[in-house]
């Protein structure tokens, strides 16, 4: 079996490339490996392995983190529409270290958006303890 796109081919589109082709192309463009996006996704290794080889989906929680890591919208990840690679030659598009300094806002973003939920779920906490003490 020949898993190699015919040159030009469109081998991101939603007729021949799977979710986990989708997940590993957008990986690899960001030059990243799949334990270094396990660990960006918090995650074991084998999971990303699942994802990339067809075998597991993430959750939704997991799936809209990993869009945010890999800078692609979830609708490209599920089927290949919306925001995402063009195709293999666009990961030589940007040299490495604006890629770095992307991929590092990407994850300052996702971080930032797990600690506001962590700080909705203590404010909360926070009033609900005034009104039982108040």
């Known amino acids: 079996m020949n898993d190699q796109p015919e040159p030009g ?7 021949t ?4 082709d989708r997940v590993a192309g957008a990986r690899e463009a960001l030059g990243l490996t799949r334990s ?5 996704m918090g995650v074991k290794l084998k999971t990303v392995a699942g994802w990339e080889e067809d ?5 939704a929680n997991k799936l809209q983190m990993l869009a945010g890591v890999l800078n692609v919208s979830i609708m490209w990840l599920l089927n290949g529409q919306g925001d995402g690679l063009d195709g293999p030659d666009e990961a030589h598009v940007l040299p490495g270290d604006v890629r770095a300094i992307l991929t590092e806002i990407r994850q300052v ?4 958006g797990r600690l506001s ?3 909705g779920v203590l ?3 926070l009033r609900h303890t005034l009104k039982e003490h108040g």
């Open 9 to 15: 081919s469109d081998w991101y589109s939603e007729d």
């Open 36 to 40: 270094e996006l396990a660990k960006r």
């Open 117 to 119: 939920d962590r700080l």
């Open 109 to 112: 973003k996702t971080e930032m």
């Open 55 to 59: 075998l597991a989906e993430p959750r």
């Open 123 to 125: 404010e909360k906490k």
């Open 17 to 20: 490339a799977t979710f986990g």
